[in-house]
């Protein structure tokens, strides 16, 4: 059966994780994840079949998608060239153990440049010890700056927000604030959290090429 890759699984191998602040012991990247049976890769239009819609259902509720759901949504992800989606497979088992989606935002701002926003972000719990975690996020996040974006950004529960700073990402005092409309609820309320978001940048394409940045709120720019 032909696979289709959501985007050139070549543009990983061209990652330079040197450049993180990420400390990997061992070390490992997207191209050598540290087991010969990894492989870190784009999301294909043949992962139905290997658990990756199972997998983010460890994440939030993804509902009863069929075949020809996540067939149309790839081919409208890959049609609009803005949608990263980057997994870990299990090559022994076929299975995909780990992921996190890139989107790219187009600004008039900047320049008509381009942001990342990093979501989705899993990995299977029983793979824990392998970086893997630590891995996919620094995976996505240097190829946002790759792909030239100014400044990359997330939304992270408070109990992570450590991890992300491990990784380059930072709170920007007094500007850290989450708001959200929800309107698959009853009753769309506006919520809003101080410090449940961590957030940053994967380098400005416009500054500087060695630094990660850091952003957040939703009348930044």
């Known amino acids: 059966m032909q696979e289709t890759y959501l985007y050139d699984p070549n543009v990983l191998l061209k990652l330079d994780f040197h450049r993180s602040p ?8 997207a191209a050598n994840p540290g087991e010969s049976w990894l492989r870190v890769r784009p999301l294909k239009d043949t992962d139905y079949d290997r ?12 509902g009863n998608i069929t075949r020809t759901q996540f067939l149309t949504r790839f081919s409208q ?15 022994r088992k076929g299975e995909i153990i780990g992921a996190a989606s890139l989107i790219i935002e ?7 440049a381009v942001r990342g926003r990093l979501e989705d972000v899993v990995v299977n719990d029983t793979y824990r010890g392998k970086q893997l975690g630590k891995l996919i996020v620094v995976t996505v996040s240097l190829l946002a700056e790759h792909l030239g ?6 939304d992270c ?4 927000i450590k991890f992300y700073e491990s990784l380059g990402y930072a709170l920007i005092p007094g500007n850290s604030n989450s708001m959200t409309i929800r309107y698959d609820e009853d009753t769309p309320t ?4 101080s410090t449940s978001a961590a957030t940053g940048a994967a380098g400005d394409a416009y500054q500087t090429n060695s630094q990660f940045y850091n952003f957040f709120s939703p009348f930044c720019y």
């Open 22 to 29: 990420a400390k990997f012991q061992p070390f490992i990247s």
């Open 51 to 62: 658990g990756f819609l199972q997998l983010l259902s460890q994440l939030t509720n993804v």
């Open 77 to 91: 992800m890959k049609a609009s060239g803005d949608y990263y989606v980057t997994v870990i497979e299990d090559t």
């Open 106 to 112: 187009r600004k008039f701002i900047h320049n008509c």
């Open 149 to 154: 974006c100014y400044k990359m950004s997330l």
């Open 157 to 160: 529960k408070d109990k992570l």
């Open 190 to 193: 506006l919520k809003r959290n």
